[in-house]
């Protein structure tokens, strides 16, 4: 009996090894997409002309409602049980979906600190790795953070709101802040990937790791650009 205990054991900790794999590869090719996207739109010229009117008057709402719900369809997609193609749908989907929202970031970047952008990825792929080095080498379930990462978001989602609106800036603090409430949506998604989404989940996984490490990125990059304006 503890034989075919043992062997099914075995097979269970495979299983879990190559969802592993397989999450952290598409969360590897959804980085290179993002990369790649990003490139291509802040050196296309109707593109740049489009991020800026996107962040005119109150279209800068209107885009993060959009984002909103193309992120609800994206990961709904990413889960469905419909087959693989859907999942990957809705991955490809958020991945251009945050290239169309980071561009107008990227394009002053680029005009006003060129340099920051590699450095914020440096700096983000080093507590992502950390982070996840944490996680896995603990094995600590980091879901009581939930609740944290859900009150969070309405507050950081109302801040935000509030700052189109009435057109007042949040700062540096309000961006490191943001950093914290990053990393410890990284650690969650990631205690997620080693003990709560099924085998075949890969793809939903690699979804929740992106949109958080893309999250982190995004305030890394606007601390960087705001220090050297």
């Known amino acids: 009996m503890s034989e075919y205990y ?3 054991e075995y097979a269970a900790a495979a299983a879990r090894g190559n969802f592993i794999r397989k999450t952290y590869l598409n969360l590897s090719g959804a980085l ?3 990369a790649i996207l990003l490139g291509v ?3 296309w ?3 740049i002309a489009f991020a800026g009117k996107m962040v005119t008057g109150n279209n800068w709402l209107l885009v993060l409602l959009a984002f909103m719900g193309v992120s609800w369809i994206a990961s709904k997609w990413s889960v469905s049980s419909t087959g693989l193609s859907t999942q990957y749908l809705g991955l490809s989907l958020y991945v251009f979906a945050e290239a169309v ?3 107008p970031l990227i ?3 680029r005009a006003y600190s060129p340099e920051s952008i590699p450095q914020a ?3 983000t792929g080093a507590l992502v790795l950390g982070l996840s080095f944490a996680a896995f080498f603990t094995k600590k379930d980091f879901s009581f953070l939930g609740s944290f990462l859900t009150i969070g978001s309405f507050v950081a989602l109302g801040l935000i709101v509030c700052s189109i609106l009435f057109g007042f800036q949040l700062g540096m603090v309000f961006s490191g802040a943001m950093i914290v409430f990053a990393a410890a949506a990284v650690l969650y998604q990631t205690s997620s990937v080693i003990r709560d989404y099924s085998d075949s989940q890969y793809v939903a996984a690699a979804l929740g790791l ?3 490490v893309a999250l982190l990125f995004w305030y890394i990059l606007q601390i960087l650009i705001s220090s050297r304006k």
Do not use: H
Request: glycine share 4%; hydrophobic share 75%; no cysteine.
């Open 6 to 8: 043992g062997v099914s």
């Open 32 to 34: 290179a997409a993002f």
């Open 41 to 43: 739109l802040s050196s």
């Open 45 to 47: 010229e109707p593109a």
């Open 101 to 103: 929202i980071f561009l």
């Open 107 to 109: 394009v002053v970047a």
């Open 121 to 123: 990825a440096v700096l």
């Open 210 to 212: 992106f949109a958080a």
